[in-house]
């Protein structure tokens, strides 16, 4: 089976006025679309098409040469933006981080507001293109950053940085340009008003 396109699980102006209707509508409908038709073109007639796409991005070092780049930007960005739709919901929905991830936050960083900080520095520090994450490494939560459409499940030999991600910020500017033009700080600040705890907490509970 070929990859698939997901739905947004919310309609595309859910998230006025963090995220605007016409850039989800772009980003979805055209930048991840185009991630999963150059994905599913890169892998056809391989073994990888059948594959699970988190398994496939998992296992880039098993790619013939000749496919490991494209696989590793449309692959990577189908599997980022496929978690980054599920992460978010309309403001004043997505609750607060609780139980055993609010435990693990205050754990990791002192405080809610310490790892948005800190979160909002790798954001912001990702010169150009790319993903700000909170994962969960060696069953303690971390954040990094990575370049284009690399996930930290690629490993930290592929993507700089390790671990399995339970909420991942897009920071590529076809993410915030149309509403924020160069203003990214404004869209990173802006994004925790539309965080989907209660799925962010699933995720922190198989990753762990
Ligand atoms: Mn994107």
Not at 4 to 27: G, Y
Not at 37 to 42: F, G, H, I, L, P
Not at 146 to 173: F, K, R, Y
Request: glycine fraction near 10%.
């Amino acid at each position: 089976m070929p990859f698939t396109l997901p739905a947004l699980p919310f309609p595309a102006n859910a998230l006025v006025p963090a995220i605007d209707a016409a850039t989800m509508e772009i980003h979805h409908g055209k930048h991840h679309k185009a991630y999963v038709d150059n994905a599913n073109k890169a892998l056809e007639g391989t073994p990888w098409a059948d594959m699970d796409p988190v398994e496939v991005i998992k296992s880039l070092k098993d790619l013939p040469d000749e496919k490991r780049g494209a696989v590793r930007n449309n692959a990577g960005g189908h599997v980022n933006h496929s978690m980054f739709w599920s992460i978010l919901a309309a403001p004043g929905t997505g609750g607060t981080p609780s139980g055993p991830l609010a435990e693990a936050i205050n754990a990791s960083f002192g405080s809610l507001d310490a790892m948005n900080e800190k979160f909002a520095a790798a954001a912001m520090g990702r010169f150009g293109s790319g993903w700000a994450w909170l994962c969960v490494k060696n069953g303690k939560l971390e954040i990094c950053s990575t370049a284009n459409q690399d996930n930290p499940l690629m490993g930290e030999s592929v993507a700089g940085c390790g671990g399995t991600p339970i909420l991942g910020l897009d920071v590529w500017e076809h993410a915030y340009y149309l509403n924020y033009q160069n203003r990214r700080a404004d869209y990173v600040a802006s994004f925790w008003t539309v965080v989907n705890w209660a799925k962010v907490q699933e995720n922190f509970a198989k990753a762990k």
